[in-house]
């Protein structure tokens, strides 16, 4: 998609809060959610603009939306939508723009039936955009797989693999949460200090700052999906929190990777931010350092060393419950950046694809932790902490080393770029509660 | 569940394929699937008796199943009905074993309504039982876990976590197909004799036989299942064919475990046996051998020793094209037992959800390949040929290291014993086709 109208930084909204400086929701960023709120009988699908909500049901009832896309909005989650593929989302963006510009609307019969339809956030409750039928979780920043590598494997940080092979595992879709939701801390076998494991609560709960991706149309089981038409099946992106108790992990995974140690859950952003909002902030995918092996021929795209990568900025932030008795603000643990993952969107669809296994509408693929090369670009405690042995000191005098009860954990992520407004993915949002008895 | 008149090996059914003594599919069996055929719109669920099917939406159409029963009958899949719980199913059966039986249900017009809603097996076409949210696999045979550990690593066959921790890990749900469908070779990336990797058809094609449990009502998100009420949540049982591809394995799998190895196609059975009548086939659990460790508490149950066990024997069958025109049969592989597997599946059950994570209706829970302490119960190619080194020599005198286009691979199963009617799981069939150009 190129840039359009949709994406021109003059237009305002009628919606006055999309219009401030530091709303995630400008009128270019139109992200979809699914929410439910008292006025509203079931789930409805709804769009971000400000501090308001479109409700694209009521929308459509209103006779706003052209045919196809109007009934694929009156559901109650985004997995029609995501079948249509690419110029049904294009053309409902394109729609969105203008029912809600301030140029495009003006004062009148139209303005007043759109506004009909607003909801407000502090109103609604945010709920899974999608049905969410697989999840696959990659592991696709080479910083986070080598510092991870180093302390699993001093001798061998980086596997002879990573270079190659775009690294993946089938993650858990039933416990996929949306933001807001406790996180319960997870019981679980470790190797105890004797040498016999035990079984208890998680010692080593962590966070995980990803991105994931909604997978549109998909493909026929048997066809893969070449890495230059990948991005026609990407829909958008959300923040994902992949909870880990990296004591259950380190026990658990050999010979056949994580299990239990994430599937307890795992936390999701509400706005899913469109490829389409995401158009101006494609930047050249990460150089590959010189020496290391160019993507074999199936994962070679010309269009990646173009704007394969995503100009995506992030910070973590931790509050304990001492610091929310007390008052005091987050604190901002780490931050990121998706431009220097190793292997792109595209082509980690590619690569996902490329034995013939089908990707259906509202299909999961995350980017595995984002960590950069600087100390504090770390996209885990564990990483951050060097595995427990250096806590991070809080601005109430509290350390951690990893989890603790109460602790709430803030994922955020936005795009920027000059001569575009800042578009938000909002927030994704979690606190730790303790472990069942 | 007790037994009860629904497993008396006297009783016979009205219809006559039923009694034959080679069905899989007496009257003490009933076992669901979903189907459709050219006389019904749409897919119905039924219920194997002998060679035909009864149309379980049919007979509650004639009121001929009480009333909650009827409702979830009346889907195009069994997951309605899995999450009523066992009493519902015990319901199903007896109504439906009270309908086919010779003595319950004697010739006159109630009988004449049943017979109008049966579909010979012949005419119809299969479907998938369930919509399957999550597909867990385990690794539960040690003899398996074992014979492949030695390949990989000939100092430490069984890492230590393995009898403490039933070890799995997610599969891939989109990818999992009925029986008889036919099975795309998968391209990937493998290891060349170079040293670097290439991309191109699986030369280290496999099947794995396996057992699955497809799951009843499940759990919420953060309560786990005690192992001693784990049965209450199977639905019951099913042959799983985890094919896979062994040079794209043992090049991808570390260190986040299996992944394109196995999502291009997992096939199941179209009849879903349930626990209900496996009651009489129910031993107890493999014995440990002594030195092992016991489970810890969460795992172990007192039950387990007395019928955490399934006393099923199954069967691999191996067709190449070759054979097939030249009018020969399949060749026998290899057997297996169910009753060597070093965990149970309701330890299975109840680890998977220790940490919280939440199975849902539909959710399948496999065993991992089945294979015993003997040479010939090898449940895998790569088991029975030492990967590859010692190919199996057919009746033709073609020879087999791993699988070729053309072959068609046959896992069969059942339960007998003593005083009760033979038991089959059915067929699980599939025949691999060239890899895409």
């Known amino acids: 998609m190129t840039l359009n109208s949709t994406h021109d930084s003059r237009r305002e909204s009628w919606v006055d809060s999309a219009n401030r400086t530091e709303t995630d929701f400008p009128l270019q960023n139109l992200p979809i959610g699914a929410f439910s709120s008292p006025a509203r009988r079931g789930p409805s699908l709804g769009v971000a603009i400000g501090e308001q909500i479109v409700d694209l049901g009521a929308l459509s009832a209103a006779n706003l939306l052209p045919g196809r896309i109007a009934d694929a909005c009156c559901t109650q989650n985004i997995n029609t939508l995501l079948a ?13 723009s203008e029912l809600l510009g301030e140029d495009t609307c003006p004062p009148g019969p139209q303005r007043d039936r759109v506004a009909a339809c607003l909801v407000p ?13 697989d999840y696959t979780d990659f592991y696709a920043s080479i910083d986070h797989a080598g510092r991870v590598g180093a302390m699993f494997r001093p001798d061998q940080p980086l596997l002879p ?41 998680s010692r080593q709960l962590d966070y995980e700052l990803e991105l994931a991706a909604l997978i549109g149309p998909g493909n026929r089981l048997g066809e893969p999906v070449p890495v230059a038409t990948a991005p026609e099946h ?19 995974y ?17 706005w899913v931010v469109t490829w389409d ?6 930047i050249p995918a990460a150089k590959r350092p010189a020496g290391d092996p160019a993507p074999l021929p199936h994962l070679a795209d010309a269009n990646d060393a ?18 929310s008795a007390a008052g005091l603000p987050s604190r901002k643990l780490a931050e990121g950046r998706f431009a220097t993952m190793y292997w792109t969107f595209a082509q980690l669809l590619a690569h996902h694809t490329s034995n013939g296994c089908n990707l259906r509408p509202g299909d999961l693929l995350a980017s595995g932790t984002i960590s950069g090369p600087e100390p504090e670009a770390c996209g885990c405690l564990l ?22 009860d109460g602790d709430e954990v803030v994922l955020r992520g936005w795009a920027q770029a000059a001569g575009f407004r800042r578009i938000g993915l909002g927030e994704c949002r979690g606190t730790i509660f303790p472990a069942r008895e």
Request: without cysteine.
């Open 306 to 323: 173009l704007h394969g990568g995503l100009d995506l900025h992030f910070e973590i932030l931790l509050r304990t419950a001492r610091m």
């Open 254 to 270: 050999q010979p056949l990777g994580p299990f239990l140690a994430k599937s307890f859950a795992t936390s999701i952003s509400p």
């Open 161 to 201: 693999n990573y270079k190659w092979v775009p690294i993946g595992y089938h993650g858990r879709a039933s416990s996929i949460i949306i933001s807001g939701t406790d996180v319960r801390r997870p019981r679980g076998q470790a190797k105890g200090d004797a040498g016999t494991p035990h079984f208890g609560p």
């Open 383 to 404: 990483e951050l902490t060097a595995r427990g042995t250096r806590p991070v000191t809080l601005p109430n005098g509290e350390s951690r080393a990893f989890l603790e």
């Open 121 to 133: 956030q502090s109103q609604a409750t945010m709920l899974l955009p999608a049905a969410i039928g």
């Open 277 to 282: 909002a995401l158009a101006p902030f494609r």
């Open 84 to 96: 249509l593929g690419p110029s049904a989302w294009s053309g409902l963006r394109q729609q969105l």
């Open 234 to 252: 990407l829909f958008g992106v959300l923040l994902l929190n992949d909870w880990s108790a990296r004591d259950i992990q380190s026990w658990e």
